[in-house]
């Protein structure tokens, strides 16, 4: 007896996942201005898809987890647009950009975005099997829909306390938001926590190894290098110390992704010499796809190209490099995902763009739309990883994910763009109390080029060896360079694991793998669910 194929992209779910698209895409372009940090909606979308496509019969687990994946493709490219691009009326409050060479930029972002995901999916999830954590827990929250056992309970226990404590802690300002530890000294910074479960919960959830890699980078540049330079009088004063401890960390992030490149060319010399010449040389470098996917692949490039070249201000040799450098930068945003749950999408904008700077001095658009198509890119790829992975527990077809995403980030481009300039019309323009737009101030900062050379310099040989030697360099960057009160709660997450398991001894503590799994899940699930409830009804009000 045949049994019936599992139906996974559907017309019903395209319709509902556009329409939940449009609500997303729209909340997150406001959020990302107001707030200067945009939470994964991947939780949320699941919990959506799944009460929406359960009121239908016959729907399944990965008819959800395609409409859910569609749904939040629109999320992080409003991302990438809001942390880049409202840079240029910071500098220029009646700088004229026409919407059309925004979108131009936003479309590309979202194609590169989608086909650089592709590559990055047999890595890191099917080969090193890396965590990412939101993609996890929308694994677990769409598996204990399905039971109504102790996990179940356990899961949905947590989120709703983990959303209670949000609206207390951002809706109906009780709690603080972040904890200070040591308020610091002319020498010392100041050490804080940010009081947030669901960071605690992805510090529990990608391991000890990682979070403590991520708190040492932290504990590195801001209570090792910061104070000891100011002692030594290596640092004039805590600015110089910050911007040579920032410089380093983008130097190890950009190192890393060079070290991609070199240990990929190192194992296919390896297979070459193995395998010999005709086998090996059915394989290559860039891990382009084969057969008619590769022709596809190289439509879209060329396609994207003539986009750049012809619809904005960015020059055809700029465009070339601009896509080389959104390919190398996608892969690292799809292992940071992977490793942290962190996509510092802005900082990839600058990295592409700095090394444009490096060769030519393009025009102030041009830079902006430079590391603006590179965020939109990695904010997508970050995204589109975390839907993967839960596709990839769930048995998911990636085929259907990867088409409902591609369709979502293009929709999603042209929702993020009205949202964008609605927004600046509403409330005057950007770099205001009411639309601050922190991240776009930061790429602004950089638009003049790197504020100390010799660091990024060190970060980045530094960078190469390390991953080159397999320790998670970028991990550490970005220990170095974020707020230390995002790292100290991750490691804070990984070091509360670790005391249970020693309390529990090593038998029992086998059995809480799952258990930490769940309550992980339930905390990010519930953080991102009203951080993106209270994002709408901010936008709304």
């Known amino acids: 007896m045949e049994t019936k194929p599992i139906r996974q992209l559907t017309l019903r779910g395209f319709i509902i996942g556009l329409l939940g698209l449009i609500v997303i895409t729209s909340s997150s372009m406001y959020v990302a201005l107001r707030m200067g ?21 016959g729907s399944s687990l990965q008819e959800i987890n395609v409409t859910h994946t569609m749904m939040s493709s629109g999320a992080m490219v409003a991302g990438g647009l809001a942390f880049t691009l409202p840079g240029i009326w910071m500098l220029n409050a009646q700088a004229e950009v026409s919407p059309i060479s925004i979108l131009v930029i936003t479309l590309s972002g979202a194609l ?5 995901t592709i590559v990055a999916r047999q890595r890191y999830i099917v080969e090193e099997q890396l965590p990412y954590p939101m993609g996890q827990a929308a694994y677990n929250t769409l598996i204990a829909s399905t039971t109504k056992g102790k996990g179940a309970v356990l899961l949905f226990a947590c989120m709703a306390a983990s959303a209670l404590f949000t609206i207390f802690r951002d809706g109906i300002p009780i709690i603080p938001a972040v904890l200070v530890i040591f308020a610091g000294t002319a020498v010392v910074p100041g050490v804080a926590m940010w009081v947030s479960p669901m ?8 391991g000890p190894v990682l979070s403590l890699v991520w708190l040492g980078g932290a504990v590195l540049g801001y209570l090792l290098l910061t104070p000891i330079g100011i002692v030594t009088g290596l ?13 380093l960390g983008i130097g190890l992030m950009v190192g890393t992704g060079v070290g991609i490149l070199i240990k990929t060319a190192i194992q296919k010399i390896s297979q070459f010499k193995q395998q010999g010449t005709k086998k090996a040389a059915s394989s290559n470098v860039f891990a382009i796809p084969a057969g008619k996917t590769r022709w ?25 490099v601009t896509i080389v450098g959104i390919y190398l930068t996608t892969q690292l945003a799809a292992m940071l995902t992977g490793q942290t749950g962190i996509n510092p999408m802005e900082i990839f904008g600058i990295l592409v763009l700095l090394a444009i700077q490096i060769m030519w001095n393009p025009s102030t658009i041009a830079a ?11 904010g997508l790829t970050g995204d589109m990883m975390n839907d993967l992975k839960s596709g990839h527990l769930v048995g998911t077809k990636p085929s259907s994910q990867i088409v409902a995403e591609g369709i979502g980030g293009l929709v999603g481009s042209v929702v993020a763009v009205i949202a964008l300039f609605v927004l600046k019309d ?13 991240q776009a101030r930061a790429v602004t900062a950089m638009v003049g080029g790197l504020g100390h050379i010799p660091a990024f310099t060190i970060g980045a040989i530094v960078g190469i060896v390390l991953y080159v030697m397999n320790v998670p360099a970028a991990t550490l960057g970005l220990g170095i360079y974020l707020p230390i009160y995002i790292s100290t709660i991750m490691g804070f997450g990984a070091l509360v694991l670790l ?4 309390i529990l001894g090593k038998k029992r503590s086998e059995q809480l793998v799952d258990k930490t799994s769940l309550v992980a899940s339930g905390f990010l699930g519930g953080e991102g669910i009203t951080g993106v409830l209270l994002a709408i009804i901010a936008m709304f009000a």
Not at 368 to 378: Q, R
Not at 499 to 502: G, M, S, V, Y
């Open 37 to 57: 940090a945009l939470p994964w909606p991947t939780v949320f979308v699941t919990v959506v898809s799944m009460a929406v496509l359960r009121r239908f019969k």
């Open 112 to 116: 590169l975005g989608t086909l650089f």
């Open 199 to 206: 960071a605690a919960g992805i510090g529990a959830m990608i």
């Open 235 to 247: 640092f004039a004063d805590m600015a110089s110390a910050d911007l040579f401890r920032q410089n």
């Open 296 to 320: 596809i692949a190289l439509s879209v490039i060329v396609g994207v190209l003539v986009l750049l070249t012809a619809g904005s201000e960015i020059s055809f040799l700029q465009a070339v």
């Open 368 to 378: 902006f739309s430079i590391a603006g198509v590179t965020a939109v890119a990695c």
């Open 426 to 438: 509403a409330f005057g323009g950007f770099g205001s109390e009411m639309l601050p737009a922190p």
């Open 499 to 502: 005391a249970i398991k020693r």
